[in-house]
């Protein structure tokens, strides 16, 4: 298994553990108001902490000396870019929440992937296949399906809501291209994931640490307190504990992101957004179906529509059809191609190919073995070939040749003996090259 799988396994699988973490807090520890962003300080400051631990082993295990990394304007503006805008996506979403409702930002959300899509395709010279634009809707697809038929009802300004959404998903799509833009802008040596992780973070440490201090500091009991009392079970013994583990699964889920955009790129990083959907569903029915029923993968609900019971049963198969559908994507486009330019080749006929008048008028063929003397380089190397064909194409002046071999046209560029001096002689050569046709005169 290649590293960049195991890294995109490992994003999925933290991506999955973080739903349930922060269900686990809602049960313990309300968790802390959205407005004191402390959830989002614990996660920057872990993705320090684990960038630096990964640093640490990297030069423990590595006996061998470390060429210093050549850092360029480009790459620091990318690293910066990347930072600000997963900085500002935190505060985007609290605003759209609290503004537009939680239908709005679920909408937006879930069109970060093809947000992405779009961007690497527009501006950054990405290229995706159609088949993997249809997995990329059915992804999309899964994602809002679990959001409707929800009433688009705003909680205090629509415009707002609808604003601070959309730049909430534009920010988060912007921050995938621009991190992959750290690696690729480098001009020597590249830095290592857990360096962009660590440097990244810190920009982000510092901003929510300012913000900490001049507004959660002095709310701590109503933020921070009062909800870890008024939630279902409270425990501040279990509190601590959620919040540790969340904030490490949250460094363990930076640095896979930052080795999976490296190592496999924008666009499947962002579609694996569908793989992690789907394993939360499952496990989050494994793990609080009995005591919250909003977690189950089918409602039981007497109440409940056709729709509504199975509407995360839909959600999973869509998300899972499509990652599987954009993983095959590429080899299912080139095995097609490779077996039409093969039935298009094997059908193709010598006569069909000199026949018509964009070739030569009047004229006649002639077959015979190329004569020693007047052999091309590819004569040489191609002499003794069983089955060889070579039939020679004379008119107005022009000798054309072509050689036939296994059904396949091949090209060649020979020179014929015996033409008439005061005609000129072209050259013709014409390549078969899958579906392509290239003509070169001379």
């Known amino acids: 298994m290649t590293s ?3 890294w995109l396994i490992v994003y999925v699988t933290s991506g999955i553990a973080l739903g349930q973490l922060f269900q ?16 989002s300080l614990l996660g920057y400051s872990a993705q320090m902490l684990v960038g630096a631990m990964w640093i640490l082993y990297q030069r423990h295990c590595s006996s ?87 009433p688009l009802v705003a909680e205090h300004s629509f415009f707002w809501g609808f604003v601070c959404s959309m730049l909430a998903a534009l920010c988060a799509s912007l921050s995938y291209p621009f991190s992959e833009q750290v690696f690729r802008a480098a001009e020597g040596k590249a830095p290592g994931e857990e360096t962009a992780c660590f440097f990244g973070s810190a920009i982000n440490v510092l901003a ?21 009392l008024h939630s279902r079970q409270p425990s501040v013994a279990l509190a601590v504990l959620g919040y540790s583990l969340f904030a490490l699964m949250v460094g363990a889920h930076a640095l896979a992101f930052w080795k999976a955009i490296n190592k496999a790129g924008t666009v499947p990083t962002a ?26 993968f089918n409602s039981s609900s007497p109440m409940a529509s056709t729709w509504i019971r199975w509407r995360k049963s839909v959600a999973f198969l869509l998300c899972c059809a499509g990652v599987f559908l954009y993983s095959i994507g590429k080899h299912l486009h080139t095995f097609c191609s490779a077996s039409s330019s093969s039935e298009k080749a094997s059908e193709l006929e010598l006569e069909d190919v000199m026949d018509g008048d964009e070739l030569c008028n009047d004229a006649f063929v002639e077959e015979s073995p190329a004569s020693p003397n007047v052999m091309s380089d590819v004569d040489k190397k191609m002499q003794g070939t069983s089955g060889l064909r070579k039939k020679t194409l004379r008119c107005q002046g022009r000798s054309r040749s072509f050689r036939r071999l296994g059904g396949k046209a091949a090209a060649i560029d020979v020179a014929i003996g015996g033409v008439d001096e005061s005609s000129p002689t072209h050259h013709v050569n014409i390549e078969k090259v899958g579906a392509q046709t290239e003509i070169q005169g001379r």
Do not use: K
């Not at 809602?26 to 402390?38: E, K, S």
């Not at 939360?280 to 793990?287: E, G, K, N, R, Y």
């Open 24 to 39: 686990f807090l809602l049960i313990h520890a309300g968790p802390a108001r959205y407005d004191t962003f402390f959830l």
């Open 4 to 6: 960049h799988v195991c």
């Open 208 to 228: 929510f640490s300012i913000w900490t201090a001049a507004y959660t500091v002095p709310r701590w009991h109503e933020s921070i307190v009062e909800p870890l």
């Open 64 to 150: 061998a000396p470390t060429t210093p990394v050549s850092w360029n304007r480009r790459m620091v503006v990318a690293l910066v870019l990347s930072a600000v805008l997963d900085g500002c996506t935190q505060g985007l979403n609290y605003v759209a929440q609290v503004q537009g409702g939680i239908m709005l930002f679920t909408i937006f959300s879930s069109s970060v992937t093809l947000f992405v899509c779009i961007l690497v395709v527009l501006f950054f010279g990405g290229r995706i296949m159609p088949i993997q634009w249809v997995a990329v809707g059915m992804i999309v697809l899964g994602l809002l399906s679990t959001s409707i038929p929800n």
């Open 271 to 296: 579609v694996s957004r569908g793989a992690q959907q789907s394993g939360t569903f499952v496990v989050a029915h494994l793990l609080f179906c009995d005591s919250d029923h909003t977690q189950c």
